[in-house]
């Protein structure tokens, strides 16, 4: 029985996409049998990153109205057998998909796949309810902004009433001068506001941008601070102790951060 | 009954009913009956008992309602009563109580105390550095630039009319009286 992983944000823009299509990446590197599913229909985006956009022919939409079956509408990834993707429709007929459609959907495709990461839509409206309706865990992505922080904070609130565990932490684009000079929230200040266990942090990476551009998550580049990062994600939900990354933080982070994943 | 000359100045009287429980609109009664007969005003009326529901409702507002968990951005707790707060309120969120709000967590968010206008109500919190702190229709916002501060506790200044903090140790000396039900049954 795979696991249903929803990866969420409450604010737009923070790295849902960039980090659903990069944690399927590195648990497909890992051997893991992956399925993407984008709910963010009419906004589409993860089969751009993933360089899968040429491909779609149905959409999640034509599963939920059965005109096709759910093995139909997905995507094999170019690069891995195990990573399959299932596309969101690029039309506005948002209703079509509801809570019950993609329990139906995830319950289905969990005794395929080892792991089905759900890439949420911005936002607390249906496209957020729907996301999370199947999801066994949660990933929630954040910024080292105050608005950012604060829309995680809302959204983490409205996962706990939800049936599902208690949800994972990422922080990304970090940039390290930033923190450091106090411009930006330091990993410290946002654990305490949060109060969930951190899973990763990730640095502000230009290599991010540039391999998005080019359709090819960079998970797959074999060193960039991203990369590493986002594999350590992975493995982490594996249940790997992996230390988190040194982004050349003040020691007594490290050691802060360490204390909450149990590890040394 | 008449020997009271026409203009005497009416005499202000107690009535005190003992064991006797009487209704609001007996009371009302009973105030018009001295009223109208005769050269008297009724000041108060006082008896040994309340409705059982009366005091329930006491107990309900002066009783402290324990919570454990964070208030998160959007989340509205309100409680009737005095709120005990283990857990953070984060900014967005907002705790309100009729009574006082003790909070021992981090305060960053909004808390509304004597929320239906009783402005002797105070406002602890172990780390204070709240958006907003109001108590009963007093508002007062946090100061652009606050580091916050551990320990303290807001309250009405009488004289200013205006929240200021204070630290909790030092509340004893205004507060001896934090809303017991004890105080309630005795002065009704
Ligand atoms: N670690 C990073 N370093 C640099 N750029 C990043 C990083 N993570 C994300 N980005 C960039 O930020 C932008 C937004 O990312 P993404 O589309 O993943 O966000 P999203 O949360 O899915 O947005 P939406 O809410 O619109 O769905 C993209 O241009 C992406 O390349
Ligand atoms: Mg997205």
């Known amino acids: 029985m795979g696991e249903a992983i929803v990866i969420t944000s409450g604010k737009g823009g923070v790295g849902k996409t960039t980090t659903t299509a990069n944690l399927g990446t590195s648990l497909a590197l890992l051997e893991k049998k992956v399925c993407l599913i984008d709910t963010d229909i009419g906004l589409r985006n993860l089969d751009v990153v993933l360089g899968l956009e040429n491909r779609i022919i149905y959409d999640i939409i034509d599963v939920v109205e059965e005109r096709c079956k759910a093995s139909q509408a997905m995507i094999k990834d170019k690069r891995f057998d195990c990573l399959y993707l299932l596309p969101a429709a690029q039309t506005n007929d948002k209703s079509a998909l509801t809570p019950e459609g993609m329990i139906e959907i995830i319950s289905e495709l969990k005794s395929d796949f080892d792991y089905i990461l759900i890439d949420c839509p911005a936002g607390i409206e249906q496209g957020f309810k729907n996301a999370v309706a199947g999801a066994d865990k949660a990933l929630v992505v954040t910024t080292p902004e105050k608005s950012s922080v604060r829309d995680a904070d809302r959204i983490i609130g409205l996962l706990e009433q939800e049936d599902i565990e208690p949800p994972n932490l990422i922080i990304n684009r970090i940039r390290n001068h930033m923190m450091k000079s106090g411009d930006m929230l330091d990993i410290d200040e946002i654990m305490q506001i949060l109060s969930i266990d951190l899973i990763g942090i990730v640095a502000d990476d230009d290599e991010v941008i540039k391999a998005t551009n080019h359709g090819e998550p960079i998970a797959f580049q074999p060193n960039t601070k991203a990369s590493i990062a986002y594999r350590n994600i992975a493995r982490r939900i594996l249940g790997e102790s992996v230390p988190l990354q040194n982004l050349d933080q003040k020691v007594t982070f490290i050691d802060k951060l360490k204390k909450v994943f149990g590890k040394n | ?188």
């Not at chain 2, 105070?122 to 100061?143: G, H, N």
């Not at chain 2, 916050?148 to 807001?154: L, S, V, Y």
Request: net charge negative; with cysteine; glycine share 8%.
């Open chain 2, 1 to 188: 009954m008449n020997y009271i000359a026409e203009n005497e100045q009416p005499i202000r009287i107690r009535v005190e009913l003992g064991n006797r429980y009487i209704s609001t609109q007996q009371e009302e009664k009973l105030k018009e009956m001295f009223a109208n007969q005769q050269n008297f005003i009724v000041d108060h009326i006082i008896s040994n008992v309340i409705l059982k529901q009366t005091a329930l409702d006491w107990k309900d507002d002066t009783a402290i309602k324990l919570y454990n968990k964070i208030i998160r951005s959007g989340q509205v707790l309100n409680v009737i009563g005095d709120l005990l707060l283990i857990g953070d309120v984060n900014p967005g969120g907002k705790v309100v109580a009729t009574g006082n709000i003790y909070i021992l967590g981090h305060l960053r968010g909004v808390a509304h105390a004597g929320s239906d206008g009783n402005k002797s109500s105070v406002i602890a919190a172990s780390y204070m550095s709240p958006t907003q702190l109001r108590i009963s229709d007093i508002i007062s916002r946090s100061p652009d630039e606050n580091a916050g501060g551990m320990m303290e506790c807001g309250f009405i200044d009488p004289s200013s009319d205006q929240i200021i903090m204070d630290r909790i140790s030092h509340l004893a000396r205004t507060r001896s009286d934090l809303s017991v039900f004890e105080r309630r049954i005795i002065n009704g």
